[in-house]
């Protein structure tokens, strides 16, 4: 079973409009960590946040903003008035605490118009 | 600060090729992973490291690859023989294993005909 569900695999909002990237993970463990990266076009991976299990404490970071919710094993994110810079592939991550490894989810094409 | 450093940025070889893939983590860092990109697969995990021991290389998909970790600060990915199957963006991460954090590098980006 996939670790990292990213449902949406292609999302095209229009600049300055609102945009929100799903999340949904699963694990057994009671201490893990989810991280989000971005992926521009030119292929490099950015990371972009890093939150612990403990912390359910919603993030925001300028334009990006992050939700994370135990109950229902989301963390999801937001862009807020999206750019056209914004447009990328976004990739949701779990790493665990029990060993070092990091799952990833498939990654979301967010493509903003102009 | 350097981040993660990978050479080369792009490599194009032939079939049967030996193929030498390069990184230096962040200095500092304890952990060190090799993943590989492809447009069919996304993005898959070859073998971790966590201070240059190898602890799961079962993503490594066959006898032709192989990595090391001589040290703290350089760690080899080998393709031999390569072939076309091979062709994608292959991923150096490193980070801190207590942390659970893991930053990119730039990637290579090796076709192989």
């Known amino acids: 079973a996939q670790k990292v569900t990213q449902a949406q695999t292609e999302i095209s909002v229009v600049e300055k409009e609102d945009v929100t990237l799903d999340c949904v993970y699963e694990?057994?463990?009671?201490?893990?960590?989810l991280f989000w990266y971005k992926q521009p076009p030119s292929g490099e991976l950015v990371f972009l946040i890093r939150?612990?299990?403990?912390?359910?404490q919603n993030e925001i970071s300028g334009r990006y903003s992050w939700n994370f919710q135990k109950s229902t094993s989301s963390f999801n994110f937001t862009i807020t008035a999206s750019q056209v810079v914004d447009s990328a592939v976004y990739f949701c991550?779990?790493?665990?605490?029990?060993?070092?490894?990091?799952?990833f989810g498939t990654g979301t094409s967010l493509t903003v118009i102009p | 600060d350097a981040g993660v450093i990978q050479s080369p940025r792009h490599e194009v070889t032939e079939m049967g090729q030996e193929v030498t893939l390069r990184c230096k983590p962040i200095?500092?860092?304890?952990?060190l992973f090799w993943y590989r990109q492809t447009m069919m697969r996304g993005l898959e995990l070859l073998i971790y490291?966590?201070?240059?021991?190898?602890?799961?290389d079962s993503g490594m998909p066959e006898d032709r690859f192989s990595a090391k970790m001589p040290n703290a600060s350089f760690s080899t990915l080998k393709i031999q023989p390569s072939e076309p199957r091979d062709s994608a963006v292959y991923f150096c991460?490193?980070?801190?294993?207590?942390?659970?954090?893991?930053?990119f590098g730039p990637g290579t980006r090796l076709t192989v005909l």
């Open positions: 991460a490193s980070g801190l294993a207590e942390r659970n954090t893991q930053y």
């Open positions: 939150r612990n299990s403990f912390d359910e």
């Open positions: 200095s500092g860092h304890n952990s």
């Open positions: 991550a779990l790493s665990e605490d029990t060993g070092n490894q990091f799952y």
């Open positions: 694990t057994r463990d009671t201490t893990y960590y």
């Open positions: 490291f966590n201070n240059n021991v190898p602890i799961d």
